[in-house]
């Protein structure tokens, strides 16, 4: 059979209205399939936004969105069994040891008992999780959570990864383990979509990136398109965003 | 096994896990037994009931009238069933949509287990409801098996409570039209209480006996059901069952569907926004006086609890039911009760100030940490101490039942209904005296069993029934010195006597309430790491 060619993402007009403010403004942004894509923003950009649009938890007051060929939230089911979602807020249940959370999720991807038992304990020690035993995750790190997250995640092998903010809190060695088996699974045709705060780990990961702003794109490209010269990520991101208005100067008392 | 089931039973089973992992990971503290204990007397209650439906329906000697005692049985529980979450407000268990709709689970499969877990709101009907089917089973005047059609009354109440709490989620999360829905639930309950309390019993009376004959033919859910269900079999009653069935079932699924595309965060955002336009409201400012009257941090404290509570969707929610749904449920009793006579209003303004002080119950006294859980880790690390934290709860709660019962004062003087000045004192001391007695107890259950609660959730997440549990144990013995001061005045026909022994038992709930500080703060200076852990955790699939 041959390869879908359409984009893994594709998002038309994107807008969503939280009273009189646009969290996401016209957003039209199209990811191709085997990418490692950056998405990137200030705080209360859009950015959680716009992924609870892609994942169907919240419907956009306009535009058009197509995930893996398919129309949300027309086509939700089916879009939803082919993604794996590490969230920014928290969809873990904490009375759950890592091990029965990583198999439920697995049973809720359909995989049946017996197969989601054997993927999740096999996760679970990939993880270095199996030496938490029988903690719950309640009493987990932050860090441990998002590595439970990330297990989840891909026990089902989905072809898009929706991850937002994965790395947030994991010591450098849980980062390195989640970072090569991202590779690995974007070296197998998988296309991963992400946000991180840390412009160093997107610069080491990503083929392209986008910025938003006040919930409108301001930047899209390759990496190398958008830098000029030596410039940095963080160079610019603060270009595209904007530097802080204020300084400390302003306020004696702090200096 | 399909895939679709699977799914149900892993969500089944991974609830079973956390509330396993919950039981063994807990202690069974005092708390936990006295908890089971208030359980089983509500459930021998409930059962008692039951069994009275089973011994009393085969003595029946004609069809005609066990098809109306049936009947009217249905219809109560019907009631019960539909009407107590909202009269509680206590949702019972129900789906964690917002943690399940990110996998592929069919709409339909999220339906029928949300529809399943509405029989943790209905428990006590299906106990009453198993007696009932005895009964009929046992009469002579059944053919036994026709019992069974009781089943089609469940699954239409299943499917009605999955359609009236989505429909009630919604309206309760806004803001103005929260406030119309609940006075749309006190009109709608007021009705039948207002025609007894208005209408002259004789003339009710005539009226029943004008209609008797054609009212049991009308084709209303209990009365279709119940005939079907004693055997008095007829082609109206099957098709008004049916309809009734489809009805339901089109209205929950209808509502289920429209709540899993409803975005909340949406409608609070707006919410946020009307609040932030312009200058402080008057709920800001009226929050920020006691901040102003306390030295600080006090002052602070009382003022930021105060805020809290007032944004809060389900402190508001309960602090508007109480002087309109409490004034509604209370009235008939009051005016048509035993014993009543033209004085009998005199006391309405009492017991619905404390009926009041249950509805407030979870949010000010029982789980005082658990509403606001962000702040109580950063009353660990600030530089306050746990006393004046706690002091400062309690105080807020103080002055938000002083206003509760300031607000029902004027809700009776506006509505006309008459009752002497003294009364007004009279209930104020009752509602303090039962304050105090219950932040003595709920500082303890705050700290021993705290629990994360959302305050923007209009409804509790425990059922009514279990509410109405604790309530049957615990509040006699906080109302044992209420009652004693009115068995005082009765007996020597002197005010004096009453706020004499109201007096003693204000000396009472003042040691205990001290002890129970000291003991409160204690137990949280002890245990903070695990009040923290238990008030960030979260729950299962199913909340």
Redesign the interface.
């Known amino acids: 059979m041959a390869p879908d060619p359409s984009p893994a993402i594709e998002i038309r007009g994107l807008r969503k209205?939280?009273?009189?403010?646009a969290a996401v403004d016209g957003l039209t942004l199209t990811v191709e399939r085997g990418c490692f894509f950056g998405f990137l923003g200030p705080n209360g950009a859009g950015k959680t936004t716009t992924i609870r649009m892609l994942?169907?938890?919240?419907?956009p007051t306009a535009g058009e969105i197509r995930i893996l060929g398919r129309k949300m939230?027309e086509e939700?089911?089916?879009v939803?069994?082919r993604i794996g979602?590490v969230?920014d807020e928290?969809?873990?249940?904490?009375?759950?040891?890592g091990l029965?959370?990583v198999e439920?999720?697995g049973?809720?991807?359909?995989l049946?008992?017996e197969l989601a038992r054997k993927r999740a304990a096999e996760l679970i020690e990939l993880f270095e999780l199996d030496t938490a035993g029988r903690k719950?995750i309640?009493?987990y790190s932050k860090g441990m959570r998002k590595r439970v997250a990330m297990a989840a995640a891909l026990i089902h092998r989905p072809e898009l990864f929706l991850l937002d903010e994965p790395f947030e809190g994991v010591d450098a060695v849980g980062a390195r383990l989640m970072k090569d088996i991202l590779l690995e699974q974007v070296r197998q045709g998988a296309t991963i979509f992400l946000t991180s705060h840390v412009l160093e780990v997107v610069e080491r990961l990503c083929d392209r990136v986008a910025i938003i702003h006040e919930g409108r794109l301001v930047v899209e490209g390759s990496l190398d398109e958008l830098r000029s010269g030596q410039e940095t990520l963080e160079d610019l991101f603060v270009r595209a965003v904007g530097g802080p208005a204020r300084s400390t100067e302003a306020l004696d008392w702090l200096r | 096994m399909t895939?679709s089931g699977?799914?149900i039973?892993?969500i089944v089973?991974?609830q079973f896990?956390?509330?396993r992992?919950?039981i063994t990971?807990g202690r069974l503290g005092a708390g936990r037994i006295f908890y089971w204990f208030s359980m089983a007397v509500w459930y021998a209650l409930v059962a008692f009931l039951a069994w009275l439906a089973a011994v009393s329906l085969p003595a029946i000697h004609s069809r005609e009238q066990l098809s109306a005692v049936s009947s009217t049985i249905l219809f109560g529980l019907m009631a019960f069933w539909q009407l107590m979450p909202v009269m509680m407000a206590a949702s019972g268990l129900s789906l964690d949509l917002?943690?399940?709709?990110?996998?592929?689970?069919?709409e339909r499969m999220l339906f029928l287990v949300e529809a399943l877990l509405r029989f943790s709101t209905g428990t006590e009907v299906l106990i009453v409801l198993a007696g009932v089917a005895w009964g009929i089973a046992r009469s002579p005047l059944t053919p036994g098996w026709s019992a069974a059609f009781l089943l089609l009354f469940v699954a239409m109440n299943l499917m009605l409570s999955v359609g009236i709490r989505d429909l009630l989620s919604r309206l309760l999360a806004r803001r103005g039209v929260r406030e119309l829905v609940v006075l749309g639930i006190v009109l709608l309950a007021a009705l039948p209480q207002l025609v007894i309390t208005l209408v002259p019993p004789d003339s009710l009376r005539g009226l029943y006996r004008t209609h008797a004959s054609w009212m049991p033919r009308l084709p209303l859910p209990w009365t279709a059901m119940a005939l079907l269900s004693t055997g008095a079999f007829s082609a109206m009653a099957a098709l008004a069952s049916v309809a009734w069935l489809a009805l339901s079932a089109w209205f929950g699924y209808a509502q289920f569907r429209r709540g899993l595309?409803w975005?909340e965060?949406?409608v609070k955002?707006?919410e946020?926004?009307?609040s932030r336009a312009g200058s402080p409201g008057f709920l800001e400012r009226l929050c920020a006086l006691p901040g102003r009257l306390l030295p600080d941090p006090l002052g602070a404290l009382v003022a930021k609890e105060l805020l809290t509570l007032g944004r809060s969707t389900r402190f508001r929610l309960v602090f508007f039911m109480g002087f309109t749904f409490g004034i509604i449920i209370w009235l008939p009793l009051a005016f048509r009760g035993p014993g009543s006579g033209p004085r009998s209003g005199e006391n309405l303004l009492l017991w619905v100030s404390l009926y009041a002080a249950l509805l407030l119950g979870e949010v000010l006294f029982w789980n005082m940490l658990g509403f606001d859980r962000g702040a109580v880790q950063a009353y660990f690390v600030m530089p306050v101490s746990l006393r004046a934290v706690v002091a400062a709860k309690n105080l807020t709660a103080i002055l938000v039942l002083l206003a509760e019962v300031a607000m029902i004062t004027l809700a009776l003087s506006v509505l006309r209904i008459p009752f002497p000045a003294s009364k007004i004192p009279e209930a104020f001391a009752c509602a303090l005296l039962l304050a105090l007695l219950l932040l003595a107890a709920g500082n303890l259950a705050s700290v021993k069993s705290p629990r994360g609660m959302d305050p923007a959730s209009s409804w509790r997440q425990s059922s009514a029934g279990k509410v109405q549990g604790l309530v049957i144990l615990l509040y006699p013995v906080f109302l044992a010195p209420i009652g004693l001061a009115h068995l005082a005045r009765y007996a020597f026909e002197r005010d004096l006597a009453f706020y004499l022994v109201l007096l003693s038992g204000y000396l009472v709930g003042a040691i205990c309430y001290w002890v129970a500080l000291d003991s409160a703060v204690e137990i949280a200076e002890k245990e903070r790491e695990r009040i923290v852990?238990a008030l960030?955790?979260?729950?299962?699939?199913i909340s």
């Open positions: 209205v939280y009273g009189e403010k994942m169907g938890l919240a419907p939230p939700a089911l089916e939803k069994a979602l969230p928290s969809l873990l249940f904490d009375h759950l040891t029965e959370y439920f999720v049973r809720m991807y359909r049946g008992r719950l309640a009493e | 895939p699977d799914q039973l892993a089973g991974a896990r956390v509330l992992n919950r990971g917002k943690r399940l709709l990110v996998y592929p689970i069919p595309r975005d965060a949406e955002s707006k946020r926004e009307k852990a960030s955790a979260t729950q299962g699939p």
